[in-house]
Protein backbone atom coordinates (compact mmCIF):
# COMPACT_ATOMS: atom_id res chain seq x y z
CA UNK A 1 0.00 0.00 0.00
CA UNK A 2 3.41 2.70 0.67
CA UNK A 3 4.10 1.77 -2.52
CA UNK A 4 0.84 2.29 -4.45
CA UNK A 5 0.42 5.26 -2.35
CA UNK A 6 3.91 6.77 -3.48
CA UNK A 7 2.90 6.13 -7.27
CA UNK A 8 0.08 8.05 -7.18
CA UNK A 9 1.18 11.27 -5.21
CA UNK A 10 3.93 11.27 -7.82
CA UNK A 11 1.54 10.82 -10.58
CA UNK A 12 -0.23 13.67 -8.97
CA UNK A 13 3.13 15.68 -8.43
CA UNK A 14 4.19 15.37 -12.17
CA UNK A 15 1.53 17.22 -13.39
CA UNK A 16 0.99 19.84 -10.34
CA UNK A 17 4.48 20.95 -10.57
CA UNK A 18 4.32 21.30 -14.27
CA UNK A 19 1.14 23.15 -14.38
CA UNK A 20 -0.95 23.87 -11.16
CA UNK A 21 -3.47 25.65 -12.40
CA UNK A 22 -3.94 23.25 -15.79
CA UNK A 23 -4.17 20.23 -13.60
CA UNK A 24 -7.07 21.57 -11.78
CA UNK A 25 -8.97 22.47 -14.76
CA UNK A 26 -8.09 19.25 -16.20
CA UNK A 27 -10.53 17.17 -14.04
CA UNK A 28 -13.00 19.52 -13.51
CA UNK A 29 -13.71 19.99 -17.53
CA UNK A 30 -13.55 16.12 -17.76
CA UNK A 31 -16.12 15.87 -14.88
CA UNK A 32 -17.77 18.47 -16.45
CA UNK A 33 -18.35 17.09 -20.04
CA UNK A 34 -19.05 13.78 -18.92
CA UNK A 35 -21.41 14.65 -16.35
CA UNK A 36 -23.62 15.85 -19.06
CA UNK A 37 -24.64 13.29 -20.96
CA UNK A 38 -26.53 11.39 -18.38
CA UNK A 39 -28.33 14.05 -17.76
CA UNK A 40 -29.03 15.19 -21.01
CA UNK A 41 -30.88 12.11 -21.26
CA UNK A 42 -33.40 13.17 -18.24
CA UNK A 43 -34.15 16.09 -20.36
CA UNK A 44 -35.32 13.48 -23.66
CA UNK A 45 -37.90 11.95 -20.79
CA UNK A 46 -39.35 15.73 -19.76
CA UNK A 47 -39.41 16.09 -23.31
CA UNK A 48 -41.17 12.84 -24.12
CA UNK A 49 -43.46 13.06 -20.89
CA UNK A 50 -44.51 16.61 -21.88
CA UNK A 51 -45.21 15.93 -25.27
CA UNK A 52 -47.62 13.03 -25.08
CA UNK A 53 -49.57 14.57 -21.12
CA UNK A 54 -49.67 17.61 -23.12
CA UNK A 55 -47.85 19.65 -20.45
CA UNK A 56 -46.01 22.24 -22.56
CA UNK A 57 -44.05 23.80 -19.53
CA UNK A 58 -42.70 19.73 -18.62
CA UNK A 59 -41.45 19.59 -22.85
CA UNK A 60 -39.80 23.59 -22.75
CA UNK A 61 -38.03 22.44 -19.63
CA UNK A 62 -36.77 19.07 -21.46
CA UNK A 63 -35.88 21.18 -24.22
CA UNK A 64 -34.11 24.21 -22.45
CA UNK A 65 -32.34 21.57 -20.33
CA UNK A 66 -31.19 19.60 -23.50
CA UNK A 67 -30.49 22.69 -25.15
CA UNK A 68 -28.36 24.14 -21.96
CA UNK A 69 -26.14 20.72 -21.11
CA UNK A 70 -25.54 19.59 -25.03
CA UNK A 71 -23.92 23.35 -25.44
CA UNK A 72 -22.36 22.94 -21.81
CA UNK A 73 -20.94 19.02 -23.47
CA UNK A 74 -19.51 21.02 -26.18
CA UNK A 75 -18.00 23.79 -24.48
CA UNK A 76 -16.23 21.71 -21.78
CA UNK A 77 -14.57 18.99 -24.49
CA UNK A 78 -13.54 22.19 -26.34
CA UNK A 79 -12.09 23.50 -23.05
CA UNK A 80 -11.10 20.22 -22.03
CA UNK A 81 -9.03 19.60 -25.08
CA UNK A 82 -7.11 22.99 -24.84
CA UNK A 83 -6.49 22.38 -21.37
CA UNK A 84 -5.27 18.65 -21.82
CA UNK A 85 -2.92 19.85 -24.87
CA UNK A 86 -0.94 22.63 -22.93
CA UNK A 87 -1.10 20.59 -19.99
CA UNK A 88 0.66 17.71 -21.76
CA UNK A 89 3.15 20.26 -23.43
CA UNK A 90 4.40 21.69 -19.85
CA UNK A 91 3.95 18.16 -18.16
CA UNK A 92 6.55 17.02 -21.32
CA UNK A 93 8.81 19.86 -20.32
CA UNK A 94 9.07 18.68 -16.97
CA UNK A 95 9.19 15.65 -17.27
CA UNK A 96 12.54 15.59 -19.54
CA UNK A 97 14.09 17.72 -17.16
CA UNK A 98 12.96 15.40 -14.34
CA UNK A 99 14.76 12.15 -16.04
CA UNK A 100 17.52 14.10 -17.24
CA UNK A 101 18.14 14.53 -13.18
CA UNK A 102 17.39 11.57 -12.38
CA UNK A 103 19.90 10.43 -14.93
CA UNK A 104 22.48 12.40 -14.40
CA UNK A 105 22.33 12.44 -10.74
CA UNK A 106 23.48 8.76 -10.47
CA UNK A 107 26.76 9.30 -8.97
CA UNK A 108 28.89 6.10 -11.29
CA UNK A 109 28.20 4.96 -14.65
CA UNK A 110 27.76 1.37 -13.93
CA UNK A 111 23.89 1.59 -14.73
CA UNK A 112 25.10 2.40 -18.58
CA UNK A 113 26.25 -1.28 -18.47
CA UNK A 114 23.08 -3.44 -16.45
CA UNK A 115 21.20 -4.95 -18.93
CA UNK A 116 18.01 -4.53 -16.22
CA UNK A 117 18.52 -0.74 -15.81
CA UNK A 118 19.00 -0.65 -19.92
CA UNK A 119 15.70 -2.79 -20.27
CA UNK A 120 13.82 -0.17 -17.80
CA UNK A 121 14.72 2.46 -19.36
CA UNK A 122 13.60 1.26 -23.15
CA UNK A 123 10.49 0.82 -21.20
CA UNK A 124 10.71 4.38 -20.27
CA UNK A 125 11.05 5.61 -23.54
CA UNK A 126 7.92 3.06 -25.24
CA UNK A 127 6.17 4.69 -22.21
CA UNK A 128 6.94 8.07 -22.68
CA UNK A 129 2.93 8.92 -23.79
CA UNK A 130 1.48 7.82 -20.64
CA UNK A 131 4.30 9.18 -19.03
CA UNK A 132 3.33 12.79 -21.04
CA UNK A 133 0.77 13.73 -18.53
CA UNK A 134 0.58 10.57 -16.17
CA UNK A 135 -2.84 13.07 -14.04
CA UNK A 136 -4.83 12.73 -17.26
CA UNK A 137 -5.96 9.05 -17.04
CA UNK A 138 -6.72 9.94 -13.25
CA UNK A 139 -8.91 12.81 -14.30
CA UNK A 140 -10.60 10.78 -16.96
CA UNK A 141 -11.39 7.80 -14.57
CA UNK A 142 -13.00 10.27 -12.09
CA UNK A 143 -15.28 11.80 -14.57
CA UNK A 144 -16.23 8.29 -15.64
CA UNK A 145 -17.12 7.13 -12.30
CA UNK A 146 -18.80 10.46 -11.78
CA UNK A 147 -20.95 9.87 -15.07
CA UNK A 148 -21.73 6.08 -14.05
CA UNK A 149 -22.88 6.75 -10.91
CA UNK A 150 -25.47 9.33 -12.70
CA UNK A 151 -26.57 6.76 -14.96
CA UNK A 152 -27.74 4.64 -12.40
CA UNK A 153 -29.33 7.02 -10.27
CA UNK A 154 -31.58 7.73 -13.29
CA UNK A 155 -32.41 4.64 -13.73
CA UNK A 156 -32.46 3.58 -10.49
CA UNK A 157 -35.08 6.76 -10.74
CA UNK A 158 -37.19 4.43 -12.84
CA UNK A 159 -37.14 1.09 -11.55
CA UNK A 160 -34.53 0.40 -8.09
CA UNK A 161 -33.70 -2.98 -9.97
CA UNK A 162 -32.50 -1.26 -13.28
CA UNK A 163 -29.56 0.21 -11.13
CA UNK A 164 -28.35 -3.29 -11.16
CA UNK A 165 -27.92 -2.98 -14.94
CA UNK A 166 -24.68 -1.70 -14.78
CA UNK A 167 -22.82 -4.20 -12.72
CA UNK A 168 -23.51 -6.67 -15.73
CA UNK A 169 -20.98 -4.87 -17.43
CA UNK A 170 -18.81 -4.99 -14.71
CA UNK A 171 -17.34 -7.91 -16.22
CA UNK A 172 -16.85 -6.63 -19.88
CA UNK A 173 -15.03 -3.84 -18.23
CA UNK A 174 -12.82 -6.08 -16.06
CA UNK A 175 -11.66 -8.35 -18.74
CA UNK A 176 -10.81 -5.22 -20.92
CA UNK A 177 -8.64 -4.49 -17.86
CA UNK A 178 -7.01 -8.07 -17.99
CA UNK A 179 -6.33 -8.10 -21.62
CA UNK A 180 -4.21 -4.65 -21.51
CA UNK A 181 -2.27 -6.19 -18.46
CA UNK A 182 -1.66 -9.20 -20.54
CA UNK A 183 -0.04 -6.81 -23.23
CA UNK A 184 1.93 -4.54 -20.95
CA UNK A 185 3.63 -8.04 -19.56
CA UNK A 186 4.12 -9.37 -22.98
CA UNK A 187 5.60 -5.79 -23.49
CA UNK A 188 7.76 -5.88 -20.78
CA UNK A 189 9.02 -9.24 -21.52
CA UNK A 190 9.79 -8.23 -24.95
CA UNK A 191 12.09 -5.01 -23.64
CA UNK A 192 15.61 -6.11 -24.56
CA UNK A 193 13.85 -7.44 -28.66
CA UNK A 194 12.86 -3.27 -28.97
CA UNK A 195 16.30 -2.62 -27.82
CA UNK A 196 17.82 -4.63 -30.35
CA UNK A 197 15.11 -2.71 -32.68
CA UNK A 198 16.21 0.57 -31.93
CA UNK A 199 19.46 -0.54 -32.36
CA UNK A 200 18.90 -1.97 -35.81
CA UNK A 201 17.81 1.01 -36.35
CA UNK A 202 20.20 3.62 -35.28
CA UNK A 203 22.54 1.69 -37.62
CA UNK A 204 20.50 1.92 -40.90
CA UNK A 205 19.97 5.78 -39.88
CA UNK A 206 22.82 7.10 -37.96
CA UNK A 207 26.12 8.73 -38.95
CA UNK A 208 28.35 6.34 -37.22
CA UNK A 209 27.87 3.27 -38.99
CA UNK A 210 26.85 4.59 -42.08
CA UNK A 211 30.51 4.35 -43.70
CA UNK A 212 30.37 0.61 -43.21
CA UNK A 213 26.89 -0.03 -43.38
CA UNK A 214 27.66 0.87 -47.05
CA UNK A 215 30.88 -0.01 -47.72
CA UNK A 216 29.96 -3.78 -46.55
CA UNK A 217 26.77 -3.25 -48.26
CA UNK A 218 24.88 -4.18 -44.83
CA UNK A 219 21.81 -1.99 -45.68
CA UNK A 220 19.44 -5.82 -46.96
CA UNK A 221 21.10 -7.61 -43.90
CA UNK A 222 20.67 -4.89 -41.44
CA UNK A 223 16.73 -4.29 -43.05
CA UNK A 224 16.25 -7.99 -42.98
CA UNK A 225 17.11 -8.58 -39.62
CA UNK A 226 14.49 -5.76 -37.96
CA UNK A 227 11.93 -7.12 -40.03
CA UNK A 228 12.43 -11.15 -38.88
CA UNK A 229 12.47 -9.37 -35.70
CA UNK A 230 9.52 -6.60 -35.83
CA UNK A 231 7.38 -9.94 -37.60
CA UNK A 232 8.01 -11.78 -34.58
CA UNK A 233 7.10 -9.44 -32.21
CA UNK A 234 3.92 -8.38 -34.16
CA UNK A 235 2.95 -11.96 -34.08
CA UNK A 236 3.33 -12.36 -30.71
CA UNK A 237 1.01 -9.10 -30.05
CA UNK A 238 -1.89 -10.44 -32.61
CA UNK A 239 -1.63 -13.77 -30.67
CA UNK A 240 -2.41 -12.23 -27.51
CA UNK A 241 -5.07 -9.67 -29.13
CA UNK A 242 -7.16 -12.86 -30.67
CA UNK A 243 -6.83 -14.52 -27.14
CA UNK A 244 -7.53 -11.79 -25.64
CA UNK A 245 -11.25 -10.24 -27.51
CA UNK A 246 -12.61 -13.55 -27.14
CA UNK A 247 -13.36 -13.02 -23.53
CA UNK A 248 -14.31 -9.68 -23.93
CA UNK A 249 -16.35 -10.30 -27.24
CA UNK A 250 -18.07 -12.46 -24.82
CA UNK A 251 -18.85 -10.30 -21.63
CA UNK A 252 -20.43 -7.90 -23.89
CA UNK A 253 -22.65 -9.73 -25.42
CA UNK A 254 -23.57 -10.54 -22.15
CA UNK A 255 -24.77 -7.14 -21.53
CA UNK A 256 -25.89 -6.46 -24.32
CA UNK A 257 -28.49 -9.07 -23.93
CA UNK A 258 -28.97 -7.82 -20.22
CA UNK A 259 -29.45 -4.24 -21.99
CA UNK A 260 -31.92 -5.90 -24.42
CA UNK A 261 -34.22 -7.56 -21.55
CA UNK A 262 -34.58 -4.81 -19.33
CA UNK A 263 -35.75 -2.40 -22.46
CA UNK A 264 -38.21 -5.30 -23.43
CA UNK A 265 -39.45 -5.11 -19.97
CA UNK A 266 -39.66 -1.14 -19.42
CA UNK A 267 -41.73 -1.21 -22.69
CA UNK A 268 -44.15 -3.58 -21.61
CA UNK A 269 -44.34 -1.72 -18.40
CA UNK A 270 -45.05 1.26 -20.13
CA UNK A 271 -47.42 -0.80 -22.63
CA UNK A 272 -49.45 -2.16 -19.19
CA UNK A 273 -49.36 1.51 -17.72
CA UNK A 274 -46.97 0.83 -14.88
CA UNK A 275 -44.51 3.67 -16.18
CA UNK A 276 -44.27 6.94 -18.81
CA UNK A 277 -43.07 6.37 -22.34
CA UNK A 278 -40.09 9.21 -21.39
CA UNK A 279 -38.79 6.15 -19.05
CA UNK A 280 -38.74 4.28 -22.18
CA UNK A 281 -36.61 6.59 -23.75
CA UNK A 282 -34.87 7.52 -20.82
CA UNK A 283 -33.82 3.72 -21.14
CA UNK A 284 -33.10 3.70 -24.34
CA UNK A 285 -30.77 6.71 -23.87
CA UNK A 286 -29.02 5.69 -21.16
CA UNK A 287 -28.50 2.11 -22.30
CA UNK A 288 -26.26 3.21 -25.08
CA UNK A 289 -24.47 6.13 -23.10
CA UNK A 290 -24.36 2.90 -20.29
CA UNK A 291 -22.17 1.06 -22.95
CA UNK A 292 -20.34 3.82 -24.15
CA UNK A 293 -19.32 4.28 -20.54
CA UNK A 294 -18.67 1.42 -19.31
CA UNK A 295 -16.28 0.70 -22.14
CA UNK A 296 -14.58 4.03 -21.23
CA UNK A 297 -14.75 3.36 -18.08
CA UNK A 298 -12.68 0.09 -18.06
CA UNK A 299 -10.07 1.96 -20.78
CA UNK A 300 -10.15 4.57 -18.76
CA UNK A 301 -9.43 2.22 -15.48
CA UNK A 302 -6.36 0.45 -18.22
CA UNK A 303 -4.95 3.54 -18.97
CA UNK A 304 -4.42 4.53 -15.25
CA UNK A 305 -3.38 1.03 -14.46
CA UNK A 306 -0.90 1.89 -17.75
CA UNK A 307 0.09 5.07 -16.29
CA UNK A 308 0.77 3.64 -12.69
CA UNK A 309 3.14 0.84 -14.06
CA UNK A 310 4.84 3.53 -16.33
CA UNK A 311 5.27 5.40 -13.12
CA UNK A 312 6.79 2.73 -10.92
CA UNK A 313 9.55 2.39 -13.38
CA UNK A 314 10.00 6.31 -12.41
CA UNK A 315 9.85 5.63 -8.86
CA UNK A 316 11.90 2.88 -9.44
CA UNK A 317 15.12 5.08 -11.32
CA UNK A 318 14.40 8.05 -8.26
CA UNK A 319 15.30 4.68 -6.27
CA UNK A 320 18.16 3.26 -8.04
CA UNK A 321 19.79 6.78 -8.12
CA UNK A 322 18.96 7.57 -3.98
CA UNK A 323 20.55 4.07 -3.49
CA UNK A 324 23.66 4.55 -5.65
CA UNK A 325 24.16 8.00 -3.84
CA UNK A 326 23.63 6.75 -0.50
CA UNK A 327 25.60 3.82 -1.06
CA UNK A 328 28.48 6.26 -1.77
CA UNK A 329 27.97 8.96 0.98
CA UNK A 330 30.48 8.82 3.82
CA UNK A 331 29.18 8.11 7.26
CA UNK A 332 32.15 10.69 8.29
CA UNK A 333 33.05 12.60 5.70
CA UNK A 334 36.49 14.12 5.45
CA UNK A 335 37.46 17.05 3.71
CA UNK A 336 39.31 16.78 0.07
CA UNK A 337 43.24 17.99 0.96
CA UNK A 338 44.09 21.25 -0.67
CA UNK A 339 47.72 19.72 -1.12
CA UNK A 340 48.73 15.66 -1.56
CA UNK A 341 51.48 15.48 0.21
CA UNK A 342 52.33 11.58 0.24
CA UNK A 343 50.35 9.95 -2.91
CA UNK A 344 47.45 8.09 -3.78
CA UNK A 345 47.81 3.74 -2.60
CA UNK A 346 45.49 1.01 -4.38
CA UNK A 347 45.45 -1.60 -1.44
CA UNK A 348 44.46 -4.47 -2.79
CA UNK A 349 42.32 -3.26 -5.12
CA UNK A 350 40.44 -5.88 -7.41
CA UNK A 351 37.33 -4.90 -9.73
CA UNK A 352 34.90 -6.55 -11.74
CA UNK A 353 31.81 -4.95 -14.01
CA UNK A 354 28.72 -4.84 -12.79
CA UNK A 355 26.47 -8.82 -13.77
CA UNK A 356 29.75 -10.54 -14.42
CA UNK A 357 32.15 -12.85 -12.20
CA UNK A 358 35.19 -12.32 -14.31
CA UNK A 359 37.66 -9.58 -12.30
CA UNK A 360 38.77 -7.28 -15.01
CA UNK A 361 41.34 -6.69 -12.34
CA UNK A 362 42.57 -7.92 -9.53
CA UNK A 363 45.32 -7.52 -6.59
CA UNK A 364 46.56 -3.95 -7.53
CA UNK A 365 49.18 -2.76 -4.82
CA UNK A 366 50.56 0.13 -6.36
CA UNK A 367 51.93 3.44 -4.99
CA UNK A 368 51.25 7.01 -7.14
CA UNK A 369 53.74 9.50 -5.41
CA UNK A 370 52.60 13.08 -4.75
CA UNK A 371 54.00 15.64 -7.18
CA UNK A 372 54.47 12.91 -9.83
CA UNK A 373 53.81 11.76 -13.70
CA UNK A 374 52.96 8.31 -14.05
CA UNK A 375 52.53 6.32 -17.14
CA UNK A 376 49.85 3.62 -17.32
CA UNK A 377 50.93 1.50 -20.19
CA UNK A 378 50.08 -2.34 -21.50
CA UNK A 379 47.88 -3.59 -23.89
CA UNK A 380 44.40 -3.19 -25.45
CA UNK A 381 42.04 -4.69 -22.80
CA UNK A 382 44.94 -5.01 -19.78
CA UNK A 383 42.74 -2.89 -17.63
CA UNK A 384 44.25 0.73 -17.82
CA UNK A 385 41.71 2.99 -18.28
CA UNK A 386 39.49 0.58 -15.41
CA UNK A 387 42.24 1.59 -13.21
CA UNK A 388 41.55 5.26 -13.52
CA UNK A 389 38.03 5.09 -13.28
CA UNK A 390 38.27 3.71 -10.37
CA UNK A 391 40.59 6.44 -9.25
CA UNK A 392 37.70 9.02 -10.78
CA UNK A 393 34.86 7.04 -8.82
CA UNK A 394 33.20 6.48 -11.74
CA UNK A 395 33.67 2.72 -10.49
CA UNK A 396 34.07 1.28 -6.63
CA UNK A 397 36.56 -1.48 -6.17
CA UNK A 398 34.82 -4.82 -5.90
CA UNK A 399 37.97 -5.29 -3.08
CA UNK A 400 40.26 -3.32 -1.88
CA UNK A 401 40.95 0.24 -1.11
CA UNK A 402 42.11 3.59 -2.49
CA UNK A 403 43.43 5.93 -0.41
CA UNK A 404 44.88 9.79 -0.74
CA UNK A 405 47.83 10.57 1.66
CA UNK A 406 46.03 7.49 3.96
CA UNK A 407 42.31 8.41 3.79
CA UNK A 408 40.23 6.06 1.54
CA UNK A 409 38.69 7.98 -1.28
CA UNK A 410 35.54 6.76 0.11
CA UNK A 411 35.77 9.10 3.00
CA UNK A 412 35.67 12.31 0.63
CA UNK A 413 31.97 13.23 -0.99
CA UNK A 414 31.89 12.36 -4.65
CA UNK A 415 31.36 15.46 -6.31
CA UNK A 416 33.93 17.14 -3.97
CA UNK A 417 36.50 14.78 -4.73
CA UNK A 418 35.56 14.97 -9.01
CA UNK A 419 35.90 18.71 -8.51
CA UNK A 420 39.74 18.58 -7.12
CA UNK A 421 40.42 16.74 -10.37
CA UNK A 422 40.19 16.82 -14.23
CA UNK A 423 39.92 13.88 -16.81
CA UNK A 424 40.05 13.96 -20.50
CA UNK A 425 38.76 10.31 -21.86
CA UNK A 426 39.37 8.21 -25.16
CA UNK A 427 35.50 8.20 -25.55
CA UNK A 428 35.16 11.75 -24.91
CA UNK A 429 31.98 13.68 -25.70
CA UNK A 430 31.50 16.05 -29.06
CA UNK A 431 29.30 18.93 -27.00
CA UNK A 432 28.12 20.40 -29.97
CA UNK A 433 27.69 24.27 -28.80
CA UNK A 434 29.86 27.37 -29.48
CA UNK A 435 34.07 26.05 -29.29
CA UNK A 436 33.93 28.26 -26.51
CA UNK A 437 31.29 26.80 -24.33
CA UNK A 438 32.36 23.19 -25.88
CA UNK A 439 35.47 23.59 -23.94
CA UNK A 440 34.37 25.87 -21.03
CA UNK A 441 32.07 23.48 -19.50
CA UNK A 442 35.52 21.71 -18.41
CA UNK A 443 34.74 24.73 -15.51
CA UNK A 444 31.46 26.54 -16.30
CA UNK A 445 32.45 29.07 -13.89
CA UNK A 446 34.91 30.65 -16.62
CA UNK A 447 32.83 29.12 -19.73
CA UNK A 448 32.22 32.68 -20.34
CA UNK A 449 35.97 33.95 -20.27
CA UNK A 450 37.67 33.87 -23.40
CA UNK A 451 40.41 34.75 -22.23
CA UNK A 452 40.40 31.32 -19.59
CA UNK A 453 39.19 29.21 -22.31
CA UNK A 454 42.31 30.04 -24.24
CA UNK A 455 44.75 29.44 -21.90
CA UNK A 456 43.07 26.06 -21.61
CA UNK A 457 43.52 25.41 -25.34
CA UNK A 458 46.92 26.44 -25.04
CA UNK A 459 47.88 24.19 -22.48
CA UNK A 460 46.42 21.13 -24.03
CA UNK A 461 48.10 21.99 -27.39
CA UNK A 462 44.66 22.76 -28.69
CA UNK A 463 44.68 26.38 -29.58
CA UNK A 464 45.54 25.81 -33.17
CA UNK A 465 41.86 24.22 -33.94
CA UNK A 466 40.32 27.18 -32.55
CA UNK A 467 42.23 29.47 -34.33
CA UNK A 468 40.94 27.51 -37.67
CA UNK A 469 37.69 28.50 -37.16
CA UNK A 470 36.30 30.63 -38.88
CA UNK A 471 34.64 32.67 -35.95
CA UNK A 472 37.16 31.66 -33.45
CA UNK A 473 36.07 30.30 -30.12
CA UNK A 474 32.53 31.78 -30.85
CA UNK A 475 31.93 29.07 -34.07
CA UNK A 476 29.15 26.83 -33.79
CA UNK A 477 30.65 23.13 -33.49
CA UNK A 478 28.79 20.31 -35.51
CA UNK A 479 26.69 19.96 -38.37
CA UNK A 480 23.48 18.91 -36.66
CA UNK A 481 22.95 22.65 -35.75
CA UNK A 482 24.67 24.06 -39.01
CA UNK A 483 27.76 24.56 -37.46
CA UNK A 484 31.16 23.38 -38.51
CA UNK A 485 32.17 19.47 -38.49
CA UNK A 486 35.54 19.01 -36.89
CA UNK A 487 37.58 15.47 -37.75
CA UNK A 488 38.02 13.20 -35.05
CA UNK A 489 41.51 14.45 -33.62
CA UNK A 490 40.14 18.25 -33.26
CA UNK A 491 37.00 17.27 -31.17
CA UNK A 492 40.10 15.36 -29.24
CA UNK A 493 42.31 17.94 -29.22
CA UNK A 494 39.22 20.24 -27.80
CA UNK A 495 38.53 17.17 -25.15
CA UNK A 496 42.01 17.93 -24.26
CA UNK A 497 41.68 21.51 -24.14
CA UNK A 498 38.45 20.90 -21.84
CA UNK A 499 40.43 19.09 -19.36
CA UNK A 500 42.89 21.50 -19.29
CA UNK A 501 40.15 24.55 -17.85
CA UNK A 502 40.75 23.04 -14.48
CA UNK A 503 44.15 24.72 -13.99
CA UNK A 504 45.92 22.84 -10.48
CA UNK A 505 44.11 19.45 -10.23
CA UNK A 506 45.16 17.07 -7.68
CA UNK A 507 45.03 14.49 -10.24
CA UNK A 508 44.70 14.86 -13.85
CA UNK A 509 43.41 11.72 -15.95
CA UNK A 510 44.47 11.65 -19.57
CA UNK A 511 43.41 8.64 -20.47
CA UNK A 512 44.34 7.79 -24.09
CA UNK A 513 44.32 11.87 -25.16
CA UNK A 514 46.05 11.55 -28.60
CA UNK A 515 44.03 7.82 -29.90
CA UNK A 516 43.14 9.66 -32.41
CA UNK A 517 46.99 11.34 -33.59
CA UNK A 518 50.23 9.61 -35.00
CA UNK A 519 52.69 8.47 -32.62
CA UNK A 520 54.91 11.65 -33.06
CA UNK A 521 52.45 13.91 -32.42
CA UNK A 522 51.33 11.95 -29.75
CA UNK A 523 54.66 11.96 -28.38
CA UNK A 524 55.51 16.08 -28.59
CA UNK A 525 52.35 16.26 -26.58
CA UNK A 526 52.99 13.76 -24.13
CA UNK A 527 55.81 15.69 -23.50
CA UNK A 528 54.06 19.21 -23.15
CA UNK A 529 51.74 17.32 -20.72
CA UNK A 530 55.02 16.69 -18.29
CA UNK A 531 56.16 20.00 -19.07
CA UNK A 532 52.65 21.05 -17.68
CA UNK A 533 52.48 18.67 -14.67
CA UNK A 534 55.69 19.51 -13.06
CA UNK A 535 54.49 23.26 -12.31
CA UNK A 536 50.88 21.31 -11.14
CA UNK A 537 53.10 19.34 -9.06
CA UNK A 538 54.92 22.31 -7.26
CA UNK A 539 52.20 24.03 -6.21
CA UNK A 540 49.35 21.36 -4.95
CA UNK A 541 51.23 17.94 -5.38
CA UNK A 542 48.90 17.35 -8.14
CA UNK A 543 49.89 13.80 -10.25
CA UNK A 544 49.24 13.71 -13.36
CA UNK A 545 48.60 10.21 -15.43
CA UNK A 546 48.83 9.34 -18.82
CA UNK A 547 46.98 5.96 -19.94
CA UNK A 548 48.61 4.81 -23.41
CA UNK A 549 48.63 1.83 -25.10
CA UNK A 550 52.44 2.96 -27.13
CA UNK A 551 55.26 2.56 -25.23
CA UNK A 552 57.59 4.76 -27.02
CA UNK A 553 55.91 7.76 -26.16
CA UNK A 554 55.48 7.82 -22.44
CA UNK A 555 59.34 7.35 -21.49
CA UNK A 556 59.71 10.57 -20.35
CA UNK A 557 57.04 9.67 -17.35
CA UNK A 558 58.75 9.45 -13.35
CA UNK A 559 56.82 6.50 -13.29
CA UNK A 560 55.60 3.63 -15.64
CA UNK A 561 53.13 1.34 -14.51
CA UNK A 562 52.48 -1.45 -16.83
CA UNK A 563 49.74 -3.67 -16.33
CA UNK A 564 48.82 -7.16 -18.44
CA UNK A 565 46.00 -9.53 -17.53
CA UNK A 566 44.08 -7.02 -14.80
CA UNK A 567 47.23 -7.14 -12.72
CA UNK A 568 50.22 -4.70 -12.56
CA UNK A 569 53.00 -6.52 -13.89
CA UNK A 570 56.26 -3.90 -13.64
CA UNK A 571 56.83 -0.65 -11.79
CA UNK A 572 59.63 2.21 -13.02
CA UNK A 573 61.28 4.31 -14.40
CA UNK A 574 61.90 3.67 -18.20
CA UNK A 575 65.39 2.90 -17.97
CA UNK A 576 64.76 1.07 -15.03
CA UNK A 577 61.92 -1.26 -17.08
CA UNK A 578 64.38 -1.68 -20.04
CA UNK A 579 66.96 -2.85 -17.60
CA UNK A 580 64.58 -5.29 -16.29
CA UNK A 581 64.18 -6.59 -19.71
CA UNK A 582 61.03 -7.81 -18.86
CA UNK A 583 57.60 -7.09 -19.98
CA UNK A 584 58.11 -3.41 -20.93
CA UNK A 585 61.23 -3.54 -22.65
CA UNK A 586 59.88 -6.41 -25.14
CA UNK A 587 56.62 -4.40 -25.97
CA UNK A 588 58.49 -1.51 -26.22
CA UNK A 589 61.09 -2.91 -28.61
CA UNK A 590 58.08 -4.41 -30.56
CA UNK A 591 56.34 -1.10 -31.01
CA UNK A 592 59.93 0.61 -31.74
CA UNK A 593 60.14 -1.65 -34.58
CA UNK A 594 56.96 -1.30 -35.91
CA UNK A 595 57.82 2.17 -36.37
CA UNK A 596 60.68 2.41 -37.75
Known amino acids: MPEALRRFRMMLAISVRADPVRSVAAVLTATGQHATLPVRAYGLKLVADGILRHQSHRAVTGVVLMVLLTAGNRLMAWWSLNVRIRLRENTQLYLD ?122 GPEVLGRHRSL ?148 GENGAGKTTLVKLLSRLYEPSVGTIKIDGVPLGCFEVDEWRAAMSAGFQDFARFELIARQSVGVGLTTLMDSAPAVTEAL ?77 SVAGSVGGITILVSHRFSTVRMADLIVVVSGGRVAEVGGHDRLMALDGLYASLYRTQAQGYR
Open 97 to 218: SYLMGLVAGVPGVAHHELPEYLDRMELIRAERGYLANPFNPISWTIASVIATISVIWLLGSVRPVLALLPLVGVPAAVESGRADEKLERLIDAQAEDNRVLRHLMELAVEAPAAKEIRIFGL
Open 230 to 377: FGRLEAARIRLAVRASVGVVAAWAIFGAAYAASLVWVVHLAAIGATTPGSVALVLSLGGQLNTQLAETGWNVAWLIRTYRAVGRLVWLADYGDRSRLALRPERPSPVPERIEDGIAFEGVAFAYPGTDRAVLADINLVLPAGSTVAIV
Open 458 to 534: QRGAAIEVVRALPEGLETQLGREFDGVELSLGQWQKLALGRAMMRPAPLVLVLDEPTASLDAPTEHDLFERFAGAAR
